[in-house]
């Protein structure tokens, strides 16, 4: 916000929105966390809105959400696996996943077998969270 930055902003919370929507449900304190992220855009609303849920309080004199980076710590991520550099398959492994970790659950996808075929692998690169490339001849 402090930027300028509304069309991000807004972005980002329409994404909440669709968060919410996938969940099913959302609780009246994710709604009022929503509501005050909203008000800076969008005031006449949310102070509408704040109101009804029966709030006494105006919706501008609440704090700012705090920010907790604990929620943001993926613990896995889908990985592109390349033969050769061409596209085979994908996986999710865990982000911590080590490079022989993670060769070996290759190994295992039989789609891969079968490209791989009887050679050898010669190389094996990998960078973590994001692509698995084995070299084949």
């Known amino acids: 916000m402090e930027s300028m930055k509304f069309n991000t902003a807004i972005a980002a919370m329409m994404s909440l929105v669709n968060d919410f929507h996938a969940a099913g449900r959302v609780t009246k304190g994710d709604f ?15 102070e509408e809105l704040w109101s009804i849920l029966g709030n006494q309080s105006r919706i501008a004199d609440q704090t700012w959400p705090e920010y907790d980076e604990s929620k943001m710590v993926e613990e896995s991520a ?37 490209q791989i075929g009887g050679r ?6 990998y960078v973590p ?9």
């Open 32 to 46: 009022e966390v929503l509501l005050i992220l909203l008000n800076p855009v969008a005031p006449h609303i949310t």
């Open 78 to 114: 889908e990985i592109v696996v390349q033969i050769n550099g061409r596209i085979r398959s994908r996986m999710v492994v865990p982000v911590d996943a080590a490079k022989d970790a993670v060769k070996a659950a290759a190994m295992k996808d039989e789609k891969l077998k079968a």
């Open 120 to 125: 050898n692998i010669v190389k094996t690169i």
């Open 129 to 137: 969270g994001r692509i698995l490339n084995l070299v084949v001849k």
